[in-house]
């Protein structure tokens, strides 16, 4: 049953991710890849106002916030090498029954642009992309 969960969590995600990620072109990526981009900032995701969802890292903490700052996930980042990386799922507000505590996100930052880096994720047996834009300071 926790596969079927996660597989359906992933699809969706997949699908929302997929339709929004298209509208960021990375027509001129980095060569090569500015994966130390992830390390520290702030990130919004294409056509997602800040309200429904953003992320911060800091000192190896990804904090998701979701529903105008009201809920969060936070996570460990656990860095492989510059461009993989693993997040720990550590703590959480948001009430979401397809992400629990304990769980660990692979993460592979695929390819870069300017501030927009794209990252393909896996969980367990799924995998899906997503785009993230680093807001700049």
């Not at 996570?75 to 959480?92: E, G, P, Q, R």
């Not at 993230?132 to 300071?137: G, L, N, P, T």
């Amino acid at each position: 049953m926790k596969h079927l969960k996660i597989g359906s969590a992933a699809l969706l995600m997949l699908m929302f991710s997929q339709a929004k990620s298209q509208k960021t072109a990375f027509d001129k990526p980095d060569q090569p890849a500015k994966c130390k981009n992830i390390r520290e900032g702030k990130f919004l995701r294409p056509n997602y106002p800040e309200g429904i969802w953003y992320m911060t890292i800091k000192d190896n903490i990804q904090t998701e916030y979701l529903n105008n700052g009201k809920d969060f996930i936070k996570s460990t980042l656990v860095f492989v090498d510059d461009c993989n990386y693993k997040a720990i799922v550590l703590d959480m507000t948001a009430n979401d029954n397809r992400i629990h505590i304990g769980d660990v996100f692979s993460n592979k930052i695929v390819e870069t642009q300017d501030n927009a880096l794209k990252i393909h994720t896996k969980i367990e047996n799924s995998q899906y992309g997503v785009v993230y834009i680093k807001v700049k300071k």
